[in-house]
């Protein structure tokens, strides 16, 4: 007994009575499914059970559409059965995103530094500038977590807009200090780049800041360039001739296109830490190595600087010595550090 309604302009409710197994769901899902495949049309579907799930259809039809969307989101053109856990994730990714405006006002969010080393004057060479959040009640929560949700309700267009003014900002009090000279690495999500007043605000706050743009490198990743390359890389290139060093994070996990390369204004390539052999396993080892070698050889050639992350142990940094590569971040040398605990260090003389 199947009923099929049209609940809003491209999203249907089927409502399938009197099943006694959670198999026959996927199995009508994946009919439908594979209907749309004829068309080239991607389906993603959700479904919750009564009474399992709930005995309420409000409540059903909601948790089918939680489960629809994470289905969305895994890739899409799939079904998803609806979870308690998709339920308490979609609670507390709902109340994260609520707290973070007073979280904001309340001072919450702090800058971490994690210094970067340049192999051939085995120097520091600089930071990567890293964002936590000090939740009152939950504790620390990572950038991993909380940056995702910011971007989902645009509220990373206020954290990213901090981000850069605090990273200028210690940038002018180190140089001042101690004559601090080196980069400082600062993230920009996709959302925050493609705004289309980013390469002006990025310009009015280096100049308000009084910060050198040949100081500061912007991390951007490849998700930028998806939907709309031709805009992104013109926005690189504002970027770049405004003096600012560009380097594109996460290299190796996406697509890795080795065209960007050629198209866009790199200054720095992260080749992400997935390349990087941990020192166990020797088979992976020799994949990893030809990989990392020949990427960082062919970065050379276009005058782009190899940054290897996750730098853990010092076999890892022996043998991306051995292939090339120009600058190391990782637990290694430090773990991103608080402002306090780098000026421990300089004071010590680590750097
Ligand atoms: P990412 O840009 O790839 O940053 C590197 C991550 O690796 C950082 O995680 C860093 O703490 C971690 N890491 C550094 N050294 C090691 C190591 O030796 N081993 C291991 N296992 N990990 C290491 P973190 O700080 O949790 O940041 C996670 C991600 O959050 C960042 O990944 C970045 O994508 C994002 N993020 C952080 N701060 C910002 C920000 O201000 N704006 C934006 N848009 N994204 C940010
Ligand atoms: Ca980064
Ligand atoms: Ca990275």
């Known amino acids: 007994n199947i009923n099929v309604y049209r609940f809003t302009a491209d999203e249907f409710l089927v409502v399938y009575a009197g099943i006694d197994e959670i198999s026959k769901f996927y199995s009508l899902g994946e009919k439908i499914i594979s209907i749309f495949d004829n068309e080239r049309i991607s389906v993603s579907g959700g479904f919750s059970v009564f009474p399992d799930n709930s005995k309420e259809s409000n409540e059903l039809i909601n948790f089918a559409d939680l489960a629809m969307h994470n289905a969305k989101k895994a890739g899409k053109h799939q079904l998803m059965m609806f979870t308690q856990e998709m339920q ?6 709902e109340m994260l995103k609520s707290k973070m405006p007073t979280a904001f006002t309340k001072g919450e969010f702090e800058l971490f530094f994690q210094p970067q080393f340049d192999i051939s004057s085995s120097k520091l060479r600089g930071f990567e500038a890293l964002l936590r959040w000090n939740e009152s009640v939950e504790g620390l929560i990572g950038p ?13 267009l206020i954290l990213g807009e901090w981000v ?12 001042q200090k101690f004559n601090f000279d080196g980069i400082m690495s600062i993230n920009v999500s996709p959302i925050q780049l493609m705004k289309e007043d980013f390469v002006q605000k990025l310009s009015s706050l280096s100049t308000e800041c009084n910060v050198n743009p040949s100081n500061i490198e912007i991390e951007v990743t490849e998700g930028i360039f998806i939907n709309e390359t031709e805009k992104a890389a013109e926005i690189l290139r504002e970027i770049k001739k405004l003096g ?3 380097s594109l994070d996460d290299f190796g996990t996406g697509y890795s296109n080795l065209k960007y390369l050629q198209m866009l204004p790199l200054t720095t390539l992260k080749i992400d830490k997935s390349f990087i052999p941990s020192d166990s396993e020797d088979s992976q080892k020799d994949k990893a190595c030809i990989m990392f070698e020949n990427i960082a050889r062919l970065a050379g050639e ?10 853990e142990t010092e076999q890892q940094y022996d043998y991306l010595t051995q292939m090339g590569c120009d600058i190391i971040q990782g637990y290694y040398f430090d773990k991103p550090l608080t402002e306090d605990m780098f000026l421990e260090k300089i004071k010590a003389g680590k750097y």
């Open 164 to 175: 850069l003014k605090k990273a200028f900002e210690c940038q002018k009090k180190w140089e």
């Open 88 to 93: 308490s994730k979609f609670l507390r990714s």
């Open 244 to 246: 600012f060093g560009i």
């Open 144 to 156: 991993d977590e909380f940056i995702p949700l910011a971007e989902e309700n645009n509220f990373i």
């Open 302 to 311: 276009f005058g782009v600087m190899v940054v290897a992350e996750g730098v």
